[in-house]
């Protein structure tokens, strides 16, 4: 077993000591799923776009519907069209390929969606996994999950869920380039595309309910993958009636290899040990404690001159949802312009949801503000529970942080850098190596806010999750057991088109 503090430790970056990664493109993974064979069912992306302000879809008050929402075809297109939609093609030395609308480390998208329909009106009753480039529905299982679900899956939601969403990572797919660092990146990009699922949930009114804790290898069994090269991450159920409608299914047969090592080559794979060993720790839920009296600042020291941030400001002008979502992009061209207060306090405040901070063991925002209107140069810390914030250090730490960031040099002329920080040893302790993925999942989710607030004001965006670990809490000056896990950096941008 390895905690999540060691697994974070063993991965770690260290100046000088990186060592050359040739990129073989003869086992470089496919970037989609598919199973030969099988036919699957096309979804149409000609869907009724559901338009919100971004900020109220944020953070407003929440409007569920109180009926059973209506599951068909064209409601699951939408579902994931909103969730993971193609944003745009480029090409490389690797060959062309289709950007997404969620980040991802490298542009290698080891995310996959499948989907467990329990009751449609148009659509089987089954396990299906979703393809965004075919834009359609394989169905791998017949019939209804939801009794052996109810099981499997740890949920506050109580109600027969109508749909439920698994987001899995395929490994090797980011393991490829990062190596054993890639389970960080594995987290971070599946949180980025579950946000994208919330947001359109949102928007529809609908209740759901989120899950990390869950039998693994029930779940992995279910969607047929074998759980050390794919792997569920986490679970989203769309709320239904209480009523079951049809027989539900209690047991399973085990799915053929065909359908087991889809969309992989496992001789063509890298065993890389430390994504192995982290992931089989964490399979284990642990009993939790009471989290209020063991959180604790990532900060050696913190003064308690608090400052609210104050009202949430007028969207008028920013571009709406979904086109900050669909139309997404990393941008990192970073003119070294002024940013507005206004254009801060709209990003703390996504950053301070309060449903979301009351349900999840999230890890502290901290935000290096270099350039931004009125505002002292130096590090503050974002206190959610009260939408408050407070300089830890002042200086000009942007220049620094780009260095820490294996010297990319773009970075330093960003107005802000979001960071996100957690004490490991404390979560190890309170939460096992489980915890782990609580963190950077919720790290992942937090900065797809990042990046739709960045992509409805106009501004530049850029998540960065390779930094020299041990420098990056020297500069930070972090408490013992606390690191760095990701850093998205936001700004005005040179040119849009870049």
């Excluded at 036919?39 to 559901?50: F, K």
């Excluded at 971070?188 to 989120?210: S, Y």
């Excluded at 086109?323 to 061209?333: E, Y």
Aim: hydrophobic share 40%.
């Amino acid at each position: 077993m390895i905690s999540g503090f060691d697994y974070h430790a063993a991965t770690s970056y260290e100046r000088g000591r990186l060592g050359g990664h040739f990129l073989d493109r003869a086992t470089k993974p496919e970037l989609y799923k598919s199973y030969p064979g099988l036919n699957p069912v096309q979804l149409t992306r000609q869907v009724d776009y559901v338009r919100r302000d971004l900020m109220e879809l944020v953070c407003g008050a929440r409007n569920e519907a109180p009926s059973e929402p209506i599951v068909d075809k064209e409601n699951l297109a939408l579902f994931l069209l909103m969730t993971e939609a193609l944003s745009g093609e480029v090409s490389s030395t690797m060959g062309g390929f289709y950007l997404r609308s969620a980040a991802s480390a490298g542009a290698l998208y080891p995310t996959e969606i499948y989907v467990a329909v329990h009751r449609a009106t148009d659509l089987d009753a089954g396990i299906h996994h979703f393809n965004p480039l075919a834009f359609s529905l394989t169905k791998l299982r017949s019939g209804n999950f939801s009794a052996l679900l109810s099981d499997a899956v740890k949920t506050e939601q109580y109600l027969i869920p109508t749909v439920t969403f698994f987001f899995t990572a395929m490994f090797f797919r980011s393991a490829w380039k990062y190596r054993d660092r890639a389970y960080r990146y594995h987290l971070l990009d599946t949180g980025h595309v579950e946000e994208n699922l919330v947001f359109i949930l949102r928007a529809l009114g609908l209740r759901f309910d989120i899950s990390y804790d869950f039998n693994d290898d029930q779940i992995n069994r279910l969607l047929g993958i074998d759980g050390t090269g794919e792997a569920a991450l986490s679970v989203v159920s769309l709320g239904g009636s209480g009523q079951s409608k049809g027989e539900s299914v209690a047991e399973m047969n085990d799915l053929p290899d065909s359908i087991r090592y889809a969309g992989r080559i496992p001789e063509k794979e890298t065993d890389y040990p430390f994504i192995r060993r982290i992931h089989e720790s964490g399979k284990s839920v642990q009993n939790q404690k009471d989290e209020r009296k063991t959180r604790v600042s990532p900060f050696k020291a913190v003064s308690e001159r608090f400052r609210k941030i104050g009202p949430i400001p007028d969207s008028a002008g920013l571009s709406p949802y979904p086109d900050c979502v669909v139309l997404r992009r990393s941008r990192r061209n970073f003119d070294p312009a002024l940013l507005s207060k206004k254009h801060l306090s709209m990003f703390l405040h996504a950053l301070c949801d309060p449903e979301e901070k009351a349900r999840f063991r999230t890890p502290s925002i901290g935000f290096v503000a270099e350039s931004v209107e009125g505002m002292e140069e130096g590090i503050y810390i974002l206190d959610r529970e009260n939408s408050r914030t407070v300089l830890v250090y002042s200086g000009s730490y942007t220049k620094k942080m780009a260095d820490v960031c294996l010297n990319q040099g773009w970075l330093a002329s960003a107005a802000v850098h979001f960071l996100f920080l957690a004490d490991l040893k404390e979560m190890d302790a309170v939460y096992g190596p489980r915890g782990y993925r609580y963190l950077m999942l919720a790290a992942g989710r937090l900065g797809q806010r990042i990046y739709a607030v960045s992509s409805a004001i106009g501004l530049g965006c850029c998540g960065v999750g390779a930094f020299y670990d041990r420098e990056a809490s020297d500069l930070l000056r972090l408490s013992e057991g606390s690191r760095l896990l990701y850093l998205v950096a936001v700004g005005f941008i040179k040119n849009k088109l870049q």
